[in-house]
């Protein structure tokens, strides 16, 4: 009998392609586990103008992530750039439209990991990831980092902590990824995927 594929979400925002570059990369990590797909989905832009004439689907990129998205994951992987130390509004806008996931408990005990982006080196990385684990820890959901045995968390000069893969972006807005965000954001995506398939047996 054929093993089932795990589908582990890897939900980023991104206005200028460092976020989802990011998110490319956890999802090769991701696909390097046997059994295990990347399913990349994106939020819409939020406003009182985008809400009023954005389009169900968007022009380029992933599309947008939807409840059955989030109810057929096995693991998930959120990401967002930084907004003054905290995750970005649309991000936030779709957790908080979450409750009836809350209410339902679908992503209870299921593997979470958190990644983001900054323009500056000490741009608030941290206090994002750590703000953005906590509506995950309020759906019930495992909250897993990078162990310091990735050797280039020790060793990098850009983005990178053990509480989820980062990058920086510098002053003009480079979306590429240094070799040492590169490798440790494969290693997250390749760790979620990991736990998922413990925790699915």
Request: neutral net charge.
């Amino acid at each position: 009998m054929s093993q089932k594929t795990l589908k582990i979400l890897v939900l980023y925002y991104s206005l200028h392609g460092s976020t989802l570059n990011l998110a490319r990369q956890i999802a090769r990590g991701i696909e390097s586990v046997e059994g295990c797909e990347a399913v990349l989905r994106t939020v819409p832009k939020v406003s009182a103008v985008c809400e009023a004439v954005e389009s169900d689907i968007p022009q380029e990129g992933a599309p947008y992530c939807t409840a059955e998205d989030l109810k057929s994951c096995a693991a998930l992987a959120l990401g967002s750039p930084t907004r003054f130390g905290n995750m970005s509004a649309p991000m936030k806008y779709f957790l908080d439209g979450t409750i009836a996931q809350w209410l339902s408990g679908e992503l209870i005990g299921k593997p979470a990991t958190v990644f983001a982006s900054t323009s500056s080196q000490h741009g608030g990385q941290e206090t994002t990831l750590l703000t953005m684990m906590l509506p995950l820890l309020h759906h019930g959901m495992i909250i897993s980092g990078i162990p310091y045995s990735e050797s280039a968390l020790s060793s990098t000069q850009t983005g990178g902590t053990p509480y989820g893969s980062t990058h920086v972006a510098g002053a003009e807005g480079k979306p590429q990824l240094s070799q040492d965000e590169q490798q440790l954001a494969f290693a997250q995506g390749k760790r979620l995927a990991e736990l998922a398939k413990k925790l699915s047996v």
